[in-house]
Structures are given as structure tokens and as C-alpha cells.
């Protein structure tokens, strides 16, 4: 009985620290509170129709692109030009190490996100977002969460 309460809570503990998925409208909440909606003009379904294509909520995503460099976390933010991986001499536009990218706590992915919308002048960055949501109707992603 103890043995096994133990091995639920290692087994929490072990899931927790590899990956987590965030809701939608977790996701909804968190992004409205960080003042992401109308941020640059883009409202909060923009947000959340991006991570989603970029990332599937996955705090954890890491893809390595074809020059060596990865796309780290919910946005998938790329570490030649925006943050610091290893040793290797990067832009590291954001000040930030890559590994704070992927953490479940978001703030660090949040204010990367925003310097690259106004550095790069909006959200075409994101593949994912030009492909699946720049221009459409994205009302429907905050849809039953609670924000305004
Ligand atoms: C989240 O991303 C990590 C790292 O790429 C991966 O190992 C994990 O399987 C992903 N989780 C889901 C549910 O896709």
C-alpha cells in the first residue's frame, strides 16, 4: 500500500518534470493575464492558434532544424537568433537560456514571444501561424474559456 502510493508519486513526479500539455483555455487564462490580447494587434485567438500549430501546448516541444539550430517550447522559439543554447556563440536576442523556454512556468517564453512580435514586426515568425491562422476568423480558440 505505502510502496505503491510511493511509486504513484515517483511516477507524478517523473511525468511531470518530462512534459506538459496545457489546456486550451489554461493556456487562454495564462496568455490574457500576461497581457498577450491585442498585444501588437493580435488578439488572444491568434496566441493560442499559434502555440497549437507550433507546438500542441507541449511546454517540452524541441525540434532540431536542418542548421543545427532547435525550436524550443510552446512557441517554438529558435535559438540561433533568440536564445542561448550551450556554448555556441547565438544572437540570443531575448537573454535567455533556451532551457528557460521549456518550463512549465511560461513568463520567460511570454516575453520572448512579444520582443520577437515587435522586433520582427508582427507574428510571421511562426510558420504555423501564417499557415493555419493569420487572417482567419480565431474566435472560436477562446471559445468557453473564461477571459474576456
Ligand atoms: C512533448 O514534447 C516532448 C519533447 O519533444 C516529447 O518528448 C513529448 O512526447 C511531447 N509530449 C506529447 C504529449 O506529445
Not at 512556468?105 to 512579444?114: P, Q
Amino acid at each position: 500500500m505505502k510502496a505503491a502510493g510511493i511509486l504513484t508519486l515517483i511516477g507524478c513526479l517523473v511525468t511531470g518534470a518530462e512534459s506538459k500539455i496545457y489546456t486550451r483555455c489554461k493556456l487562454a487564462k495564462i496568455f490574457s493575464r500576461a497581457g498577450l490580447d491585442n498585444y501588437w494587434g493580435f488578439s488572444l485567438g491568434n496566441w493560442i492558434c499559434m502555440a497549437y500549430y507550433e507546438s500542441g501546448y507541449n511546454t517540452t516541444a524541441q525540434r532540431v532544424l536542418d542548421d543545427g539550430s532547435i525550436d524550443y517550447g510552446i512557441f517554438q522559439i529558435n535559438s540561433f537568433t533568440w536564445c542561448r543554447h550551450g556554448k555556441l556563440q547565438e544572437n540570443n536576442h531575448c537573454h535567455v537560456a533556451c532551457s528557460a523556454l521549456i518550463t512549465d512556468d511560461l513568463t520567460d517564453a511570454i516575453i520572448c514571444a512579444r520582443k520577437i512580435v515587435k522586433e520582427t514586426q508582427g507574428m510571421n515568425y511562426w510558420q504555423g501561424w501564417k499557415k493555419h491562422c493569420e487572417g482567419r476568423d480565431l474566435s472560436d480558440w477562446k471559445k468557453g474559456c473564461e477571459v474576456s
